[in-house]
T-cell receptor, first 113, second 112 residues
Framework: KQEVTQIPAALSVPEGENLVLNCSFT??????LQWFRQDPGKGLTSLLL?????REQTSGRLNASLDKSSGRSTLYIAASQPGDSATYLC????????????FGSGTRLLVRP | GAVVSQHPSRVICKSGTSVKIECRSL??????MFWYRQFPKKSLMLMAT?????????EQGVEKDKFLINHASLTLSTLTVTSAHPEDSSFYIC????????FGPGTRLTVL
């Protein structure tokens, strides 16, 4: 059974810091891995999607890497801003006919001004 | 593109009543839609997979008679919480799939 874990559960940093969020998964048979952002009481915003054949994806100040063999992904946020404060969720898509997404428990990020 | 809407965004109901939540893909057709439930400060838990024209597939532990899912068209799936109770209060989120899943904004259900 696929399990997704995110560390740390919560993180508080001063504005301007570069930071890394971690995601690990137990089964390397994935179709892709996604990082999402969720603001309180809101839905999900997709940040980056990495296909299983890819090693990383970049969008602006965000960079996500994928090491399928070790079951790990990292989300790197450069020059953090207070507007980055949110919960970040990673999720893997199962490589079976269901295309189900299995979510991690999330990292709650607070960027202090 | 790939916009998914949910209606209503918030609903408050009395215990024992039924509540219907709609999930629509606005600019694409989705043969598969997913329904998730999220408790405060917790992650999303998949409730069921909804396929157009067929019965939904429920995850283990989800009562199919409690959470009725209908996927009548390629752009609409509905989740009905029947005989709602306070423990059904939660944030419900749907997604529509085009290989990648696109998420709706969620519905906050409060059962008094």
């Amino acid at each position: 059974k696929q399990e997704v874990t995110q560390i740390p559960a919560a993180l508080s940093v001063p504005e301007g810091e570069n930071l890394v969020l971690n995601c690990s998964f137990t089964d390397s048979a994935i179709y892709n891995l996604q990082w999402f952002r969720q603001d309180p009481g809101k839905g999900l915003t997709s940040l980056l999607l990495i296909q299983s054949s890819q090693r990383e994806q970049t969008s602006g100040r965000l960079n996500a890497s994928l090491d399928k063999s070790s079951g790990r992904s990292t989300l790197y946020i450069a020059a953090s801003q207070p507007g980055d404060s949110a919960t970040y969720l990673c999720a893997v898509t199962l490589r079976d006919s269901s295309y189900k997404l299995i979510f991690g428990s999330g990292t709650r990020l607070l960027v202090r001004p | 593109g790939a916009v998914v809407s949910q209606h209503p965004s918030r609903v408050i109901c009395k215990s024992g009543t039924s509540v219907k939540i709609e999930c629509r893909s606005l600019d694409f057709q989705a043969t598969t839609m997913f329904w998730y439930r999220q408790f405060p400060k917790k992650s999303l838990m998949l409730m069921a997979t909804s396929n157009e024209g067929s019965k939904a597939t429920y995850e283990q532990g989800v009562e199919k008679d409690k959470f009725l899912i209908n996927h009548a068209s390629l752009t609409l799936s509905t989740l009905t919480v029947t005989s709602a109770h306070p423990e059904d209060s939660s944030f419900y989120i749907c997604s529509a799939s085009l290989e990648e899943q696109f998420f709706g904004p969620g519905t906050r259900l409060t059962v008094l």
